[in-house]
C-alpha cells in the first residue's frame, strides 16, 4: 500500500544498507514488539490507510473511474502507490497503457516483500519449507508495505511474526476497501472536482510517497533528474510516457551505482 | 477502462504471486536491492512533476503548485498522510475560490 503515517523517516532506499524486503513502516518499530499488541497495532495501522483511501476513492472518480472501477482497484490491485499513480496517469489523459505500466512498474517492490515473506510464512516456521496453495494467494494479495513491515516487527517470533502479518493485512485490506468506497461515493456527488482541489490532492499524494525515500544524495539527485526530466520530454511525448522515464532514469541509476561498488 | 483495471490488477498480484515462487536468494543481488529501491523514487518523482506542473497547455504554476508547497511544508512539520494531501486540496480550493488561481 506504501501509505499512511507509519512511513517513517529513516528509511535507506538507495543507501547501501537498505534492505529491499524491508518497507518504511518497519524503520519506526519498537525494537522489541509485544505480540500482545499485534491486534490494535493491526487496527491502528488499518485505520490510518483508511483515511488515506478515502482520499484514493475520491481523486479516481475525479480521475474519470466510475465508483465500481476505483472499488475494484483497490480490492485487486490492492497497492496504494500503484493505484494512485493508475489514475494519475488516466487524469493527466495518459492513456491506459501507460497507466498499466506505471502501476506495474511502481508495485515490483511488493513481489521482493513477497521472495522475504515466502519463508517467513513457511508452516509452523520449517526452514526450508514455504507458503503454498490457497494461503499462499491469499498472503500474495496482503503482501504490501504495511503487512510486510509488522511481519518483520515481530521477526524473530515467528508465530508473532505470521500473527503480525495476515492481522495487519485484513484490517488493511477491509479498511482500505472502505476508505474508498466513502471516498468514491464522496466524490461521485461532486459536479466538478477541481473545486475541493482533488487534482492537487493527487501530486501531494506523490510527493508523500517520495518523501521518507529521499534520504541520501542518490535518492534526491534521481528525484530531481527524474523531475525534470518528465517535464522536459512533456512536450514532445505522449502524455504518462515521461513518467516511464523515471523508471528508466531508475535503473539507469541503480546500474550505475551497482557497477560503481564493484570496481 | 474495465480492461485496463483487470490488467493492472492482474499483474500487481502475478508480480507478488511470483515473489512467493523464486527463491529469496535474489534480494542478496547488489542490482536488484538498489534497482528496488530507486524504482520507486524515479517514478514517484516524474509523477510528482508532471501533476503539479504539466496540463494540456503546458508547464504552469497554478493552483496545484501551491498546494504542493503547501504539502511541503505540511510534510517538514511531520504532518500525517492525510493531512499532507488535505492541506495540498484545502489550498487549491481556497485560492480557486478567491480567484487568486
Known amino acids: 500500500m506504501n501509505a499512511g503515517p507509519p512511513a517513517a523517516d529513516g528509511e535507506r532506499v538507495g543507501g547501501e544498507q537498505r534492505d529491499p524486503g524491508r518497507p518504511a513502516e518497519a524503520e519506526g518499530a519498537p525494537a522489541q514488539a509485544n505480540p500482545d499488541g499485534i491486534p490494535s497495532r493491526a487496527l491502528s495501522i488499518g485505520i490510518a490507510v483508511g483515511a488515506y483511501a478515502v482520499s484514493f476513492g475520491a481523486v479516481s472518480v475525479a480521475a474519470g473511474l466510475d465508483v465500481l472501477q476505483t472499488q475494484a482497484l483497490s480490492a485487486l490491485m490492492f497497492t496504494g502507490a500503484s493505484q494512485f499513480a493508475f489514475v494519475g496517469v488516466v487524469a493527466a489523459g495518459g492513456g491506459l497503457v501507460a497507466a498499466v505500466l506505471t502501476a506495474w512498474l511502481l508495485g515490483l517492490r511488493n513481489g521482493l516483500y513477497a521472495l522475504h515473506m515466502a519463508t517467513v510464512l513457511s508452516p509452523r516456521g520449517r526452514p526450508g519449507k514455504r507458503v503454498t496453495g490457497l494461503r499462499r494467494l491469499g498472503a500474495a494479495q496482503f503482501t504490501i508495505d504495511e503487512s510486510t513491515a509488522m511481519a518483520m516487527t515481530y521477526e524473530p517470533d515467528a508465530e508473532a511474526s505470521r500473527r503480525a502479518f495476515w492481522a495487519t493485512g485484513w484490517s488493511v485490506f477491509l479498511l482500505w476497501n472502505l476508505g474508498t468506497l466513502v471516498g468514491a461515493l464522496g466524490a461521485a456527488t461532486l459536479s466538478d472536482p477541481t473545486v475541493l482541489g482533488l487534482d492537487a490532492a493527487i501530486p501531494a499524494g506523490f510527493l508523500a510517497l517520495l518523501w521518507p525515500r529521499l534520504v541520501d544524495r542518490s535518492a534526491w539527485a534521481l528525484a530531481v533528474v527524474s523531475g525534470v526530466l518528465a517535464l522536459m520530454l512533456a512536450p514532445h511525448l505522449r502524455p504518462g510516457v515521461p513518467v516511464l522515464a523515471g523508471a528508466g532514469i531508475a535503473v539507469l541509476g541503480a546500474l550505475w551505482l551497482t557497477r560503481g561498488r564493484a570496481s | ?101
Open chain 2, 1 to 101: 477502462m474495465w480492461p485496463a483495471v483487470l490488467a493492472a490488477s492482474f499483474l500487481a498480484f502475478v508480480t507478488k504471486w511470483i515473489g512467493y515462487l523464486l527463491p529469496e536468494e535474489l534480494l542478496e543481488r547488489p542490482l536488484i536491492r538498489r534497482a528496488a529501491g530507486m524504482l520507486p523514487i524515479g517514478l514517484l518523482s516524474a509523477l510528482l512533476s508532471i501533476q503539479t506542473f504539466w496540463s494540456p497547455d503546458g508547464f504552469t504554476i497554478d493552483a496545484r503548485a501551491a498546494g504542493v508547497a503547501v504539502a511541503v511544508v505540511a510534510l517538514l512539520l511531520r504532518a500525517p498522510f492525510l493531512v499532507v494531501v488535505l492541506s495540498a486540496a484545502a489550498t487549491a480550493a481556497v485560492l480557486r475560490a478567491l480567484g487568486w488561481a
